[in-house]
């Protein structure tokens, strides 16, 4: 059984910023894949940002240059620095674990980061 637990997020300005934090409770050793989601309403969740045991890092084009995600194996915990936000990227973003690398994924439950003026 894996756990999921979110936190931060809240509502920010265009231009600001705002940090996501997870934890996993898992009784493995390492999670081979960590990181996060969104979905906005009338949309499908799609991917932001994902980090590898290895460091391997992926992100949507949308949101190169403003998210740096990171994390810490041995805490596992998976954060996400989300700068120069923009409205369009209002959403509820998941923390998601794939443990082995091969999709089995978990889900936290979400939270709303919401940017406007």
């Known amino acids: 059984q894996v756990q999921l637990v979110e936190s931060g997020g809240g509502s920010a300005q265009p231009g600001g910023s705002l940090r996501l934090s997870c934890t996993a409770s898992?009784?493995?050793?390492?999670?081979?894949?960590m990181g996060w989601y969104r979905q906005s309403p009338g949309k499908p969740r799609e991917p932001v940002a994902t980090?590898?045991?290895?460091?391997?890092?992926n992100y949507a084009d949308s949101v190169k240059g403003r998210f740096t995600i990171s994390r810490d194996n041995a805490r596992k915990t998976v954060d996400l620095q989300m700068n120069n936000l923009r409205p369009d990227d209002t959403a509820v973003y998941y923390c998601?674990?794939?443990?082995w690398g091969d999709g089995s994924y978990y889900w936290g439950r979400g939270i709303l980061v919401t940017v406007s003026s």
């Open positions: 998601n674990a794939d443990l």
């Open positions: 980090m590898t045991v290895g460091a391997y890092t």
């Open positions: 898992a009784a493995i050793l390492s999670i081979h894949t």
